[in-house]
């Protein structure tokens, strides 16, 4: 009974979300044609809607841990649900994503996406993925920001492994700025697929910085190191264990 009453909760929660971004959309978007400042407004306004919903009507209050940069730098984090999306953007204060070509197809958030100034990229051909999404990134440099990256390339259910991508080196190396490794564990409660919500304590961790002028190839087992070893610490925290 209990599991029934949650994942009715949680159905009416992305019910409300998704209506919420489509009203935000419309309602912001002549101020977003014209303005980025008008479509970060609105990309965050629904950022702190959807936490303050999530939190009573589905029993999941989420944290942010550490120091968000304020400045221009890279940001490398584990993804593993839509939920990370929010709180991550909802901590900065110039934040843009890598994202995939696919999500420019999408209603409201393709557009908005691309006003913020979010770098879209065609995951199916990595190369030349990385090398667009360099010159892309160089193109961009006059939008000073925080450049958030997937270190590993899509949605990871948490306790499962996965390589880090060599796309962030490639970024950490070009662009000659601090990278700020992010931990999570908010898959423990927003899963990469599904309706049901779980309560608890979602949480997403800035880890401390990693100055630039490392090797490429120390950079990426020096991040994976750090994240990984954060996000286990956090699932833990959230009561998961492999076996969930």
Known sequence: MGYAIQWIRSFLFIVQMYLAIGIAGVVFLPWALVSRHGARMACLLVCRWVRWTL???????????????????????KHQSFLDVFLIFSALPAGKFIMKRELMLAPIVGQYGLRIGCVPVNRGKRGAAIKKMLADVAKGAVEPGQLIIYAQGTRIAPGVKAPYKVGTAALYEQMGQE?????TNVGVFWPKR???????LAVVEFLPVIKPGMDKEAFLAKLEHEIETASDRLLEEAGFHAQD
């Open 55 to 77: 939190s009573w009507m589905v029993g999941l209050k989420t944290e942010i841990r550490g120091t968000p940069p304020t400045g221009e730098a890279l940001i490398a984090s």
């Open 179 to 183: 990278c700020y490794p992010v931990a």
């Open 194 to 200: 599904g309706i049901y919500r779980k309560p608890g």
